[in-house]
T-cell receptor, first 112, second 116 residues
Framework: GESVGLHLPTLSVQEGDNSIINCAYS??????FIWYKQESGKGPQFIID?????DKRQGQRVTVLLNKTVKHLSLQIAATQPGDSAVYFC???????????FGKGTTLSVSS | GAVVSQHPSRVICKSGTSVKIECRSL??????MFWYRQFPKKSLMLMAT?????????EQGVEKDKFLINHASLTLSTLTVTSAHPEDSSFYIC????????????FGAGTRLSVL
């Protein structure tokens, strides 16, 4: 289950700051993880993914870190912009199937 | 990324009527499609998984006679909410997976269902 104190339901940052969104996943057998961004009234949008044989992966302005020892996943957004304001969900799955299990979500608010 | 189209985006209906929601993968063949339900300020809850040409697999607690899923082709899945009631009001989201590229699911824009 969730690690108490690790997951923040909301995160407020200033434009230009770096943001770090955390997620604790539940299944030690999970080997695939995805971060999604969901804007109000829309479906989730794929941001970045990582497999369990990696501990870090970088995209454009985003980095995902995976710590399998403590079952922790984080999303780092560099130079956060107002357009990054949304709810961010982590999701996990295992190799046996393709169904995703979603985390609780963190609402990121970026002020200019 | 891949494009998944969901229609309609919003529907308001009277209690007792049935509502059909369509999910199409526009630029790829989706071996698997998924249907989720999302309550306000909550996470996505998987309702069912459907593979083309076979019966959907429903999650525990989801009534298969209430939420009919048809996946007749590799690009189209439909969810029919039968005899809808106010408690069925929710945001329904579909997703589609290519299958070969890991487990990335591409999501539709969602359907807001309001049952009066």
């Amino acid at each position: 289950g969730e690690s108490v104190g690790l997951h923040l339901p909301t995160l407020s940052v200033q434009e230009g700051d770096n943001s770090i969104i955390n997620c604790a996943y539940s299944n030690s057998a999970s080997d695939y993880f995805i971060w999604y961004k969901q804007e109000s009234g829309k479906g989730p949008q794929f941001i970045i993914d990582i497999r369990s044989n990696m501990d870090k992966r970088q995209g454009q302005r985003v980095t995902v870190l995976l710590n399998k020892t403590v079952k922790h996943l984080s999303l780092q957004i560099a130079a956060t912009q107002p357009g990054d304001s949304a709810v961010y969900f982590c999701a996990e799955s295992n190799q046996a199937g393709t169904a995703l299990i979603f985390g609780k979500g963190t609402t990121l608010s970026v002020s200019s | 990324g891949a494009v998944v189209s969901q229609h309609p985006s919003r529907v308001i209906c009277k209690s007792g009527t049935s509502v059909k929601i369509e999910c199409r993968s526009l630029d790829f063949q989706a071996t698997t499609m998924f249907w989720y339900r999302q309550f306000p300020k909550k996470s996505l809850m998987l309702m069912a998984t459907s593979n083309e040409g076979s019966k959907a697999t429903y999650e525990q607690g989801v009534e298969k006679d209430k939420f009919l899923i048809n996946h007749a082709s590799l690009t189209l899945s439909t969810l029919t909410v039968t005899s809808a009631h106010p408690e069925d009001s929710s945001f329904y989201i579909c997703s589609a997976s290519r299958g070969y590229r890991g487990n990335i699911q591409y999501f539709g824009a969602g359907t807001r269902l309001s049952v009066l």
